[in-house]
């Protein structure tokens, strides 16, 4: 049962189309019939979704079509990363009425889209993400971009696609924890938006897994609504956008600490999703049974739930200092007034934020 979102921002409105067997069934003809196509692959993605996609894609006529790999890590998030994707537009000479299509993960879609948004001041994008992750954020509110000399994210450009396609079948090659890497942002965005899916997820997560298709695409459904709808109202991030950070302020903190090396994002937005209703707790927004509920499913999810006991509170507190979205020396958080509601909390003091550390 495919399932639809109409992403409307002040600078366009796009299609999130959610489905079993996009990349084989869904007709391209409206934007790539006559047109050169690039079609971006993380290497990691299995070839027969591809020949899949080339296959359908061939079907709508292009001018021509080509494929090109990349290698996806956060080092090869980089301008030297890009640097090839420029160089085979340019050297296929393609030009101003192209579409430039990603096929992978959340770095696929971020070096792509920011590739996009650039080339020739900006060409049409097909956003077609591949890891849960990505499926339920990255690929989704035009935050496209890479890494510079260290800091993540810091070169990009607010770009919105064409097209989203979510094709659940993409999902089946990912690993259990790329699995959880998704079910972090889709629980925050539970915590942070709709208390119904947050609901759903219990009974989901906690007995076992998300089996049926129909599930998964009403799971994805609703969190892509989510991100969709804060971002429509809010698209370069001056307001209700800040919301989606739930969670991620502890966990950027978490990410370059020491004692927590070797975390994965998820991982570290999981205990920084728990510290964040651990200080909604010590403020007295949420009552004590939500907390423990919220720390279940965390756990079910397959995300930490404890700092390791080496965790070190000064180098904690360095790394948070130096987060851009930390508003000058104020420190400032995503918090919960309940499950399903979130806002911005500023002024915490430090006994209040050691108190939200103790989970
Ligand atoms: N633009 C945004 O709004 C936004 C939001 C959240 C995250 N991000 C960015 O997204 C990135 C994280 O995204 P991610 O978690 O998808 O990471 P990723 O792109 O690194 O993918 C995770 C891993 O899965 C592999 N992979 C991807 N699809 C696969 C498939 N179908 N089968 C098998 N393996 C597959 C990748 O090669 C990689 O090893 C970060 O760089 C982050 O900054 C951007």
């Known amino acids: 049962m495919s399932k639809s979102i109409l992403v409307r921002t002040a600078s366009s409105s796009y299609e999130v189309l959610i489905d079993k067997s996009l990349l084989k069934s869904y007709n391209f003809q409206w934007l790539i019939e006559n047109k050169q196509i690039l079609v971006v692959k993380d290497s990691e993605v299995p070839e027969k979704f591809l020949n899949n996609l080339k296959k359908n894609l061939a079907q709508s006529e292009p001018k021509n079509l080509i494929s090109f790999e990349i290698q996806t890590s956060e080092e090869n998030k980089s301008i030297e990363g890009i640097k090839p994707i420029y160089e085979v537009l340019n050297q296929n000479k393609f030009n101003r009425d192209c579409v430039i299509i990603s096929l992978g993960g959340g770095i696929t879609t971020d070096m792509t889209g920011f590739v996009a948004s650039s080339y020739l001041r900006g060409v049409d994008l097909i956003q077609i993400p591949s890891t849960l992750l990505s499926q339920v954020d990255a690929a989704i509110g035009g935050k496209t971009g890479i890494n510079f000399q260290g800091a993540k994210n810091n070169i990009g450009a607010f770009y919105q696609p064409n097209l989203v396609l979510i094709d659940i079948d993409l999902l089946s090659s990912l690993g259990k924890s790329e699995i959880s890497e998704g079910l972090a942002e889709i629980i925050k965005h539970s915590l ?110 397959g995300l930490p739930t404890k700092l390791p006991t080496n965790f070190d509170y000064i180098e904690f507190k360095e790394a948070m200092s130096r987060d851009k979205k930390i508003l000058s020396d104020k420190l400032r958080f995503i918090t919960l007034n309940s499950i399903g509601r979130a806002q911005i909390s500023e002024n915490i003091d430090e006994n209040t934020l050691i108190e939200s550390l103790k989970i």
């Not at 991620?248 to 090396?261: D, I, P, R, V, Y």
């Open 192 to 301: 942070i938006a709709d208390k119904s899916l947050f609901e759903e997820l219990e009974q989901k997560i906690t007995n076992g897994s998300i089996t049926n298709d129909d599930d998964l695409i009403k799971i994805i459904y609703d969190s892509s609504l989510i991100k969709s709808s804060i971002v429509s109202s809010d698209e370069k991030e001056k307001g209700d956008r800040a919301l989606l950070n739930f969670g991620h302020t502890f966990g950027h903190a978490f990410e370059s600490s020491m004692a927590l090396k070797g975390f994965t994002h998820g991982q570290a937005v999981g205990l920084g999703m728990v510290c964040a209703s651990k200080l909604s707790l010590v403020l007295g927004k949420i009552e004590n049974e939500e907390y423990e509920r919220i720390k279940k499913i965390v756990k079910s999810a």
